[in-house]
């Protein structure tokens, strides 16, 4: 039998106790980080019936659902992440890696010329353990969401993207500034208390 170190079974202790993970389970949402979108999404209304948003690291699917559920018939999601990701009704699914032109130019055929109202970005790199190239890595990805956004969101539509508190911060909150009227931080009740992520939200994307 595989034993498993007291770091791990302290995790899945957390994780099966955890409310938003029971919730999640009940409500028939991929994983908990539903509620953070859809705290975040109280507050600012961010997704309405008609919006057209593009979801960035998307699988399992989590925020896909939420938005689909929100944006009617009206409304269009398109998704794209490295990993597979089942299917959702009204959300158009490429599996690929952002970080390639290649995958990218496929998402911008899919989008058919269409100027987005919201990109969402829950991505982050599969973690290695070394602090400093976990942080250049994570915020490699949130440039290439903002370089996105920047390029498909109409005048005034609205980017929500997760970082992580450290070094680096400051000078992508800065980039962000740049493409839009507002930049606020969101951290919602259903991110973990240890964790140090945090949701940047770009209001009214400038022309």
Request: charged share 25%; aromatic share 8%; proline share 2%.
């Amino acid at each position: 039998m595989v034993q498993r170190s007291k770091s791990s079974k302290a995790w899945l202790n957390e994780h099966v106790n955890d409310p938003y993970v029971q919730r999640a389970q009940k409500d028939g949402y991929r994983a908990r980080a539903a509620y953070k979108l859809l705290e975040i999404n109280e507050k600012d209304k961010l997704i309405k019936s008609g919006t057209v948003l593009a979801d960035l690291g998307s699988a399992p699917g989590s925020w896909s659902q939420v938005a689909a559920k929100l944006v009617g018939a009206q409304g269009k999601v398109f998704a794209l992440d490295i990993l597979p990701m089942e299917a959702i009704a009204n959300v158009s699914f490429i599996q690929g890696d952002f970080r390639e032109n290649e995958v990218l130019q496929e998402f911008e055929r899919l989008l058919n010329g269409r100027a987005l109202d919201l990109v969402i970005c829950d991505m982050a790199p599969n973690m290695a353990g070394n602090a400093v190239m976990d942080q250049t890595r994570s915020y490699y990805l949130c440039e290439l969401a903002l370089d996105f956004a920047a390029a498909h969101l109409k005048t005034g539509g609205n980017f929500l993207v997760k970082v992580f508190q450290g070094s680096g911060y400051q000078e992508f909150l800065s980039q962000m500034r740049q493409h839009f009227g507002s930049v606020v931080t969101r951290k919602p009740d259903a991110s973990r208390n240890r964790s140090s992520e945090l949701y940047l939200l770009g209001k009214n994307k400038r022309t």
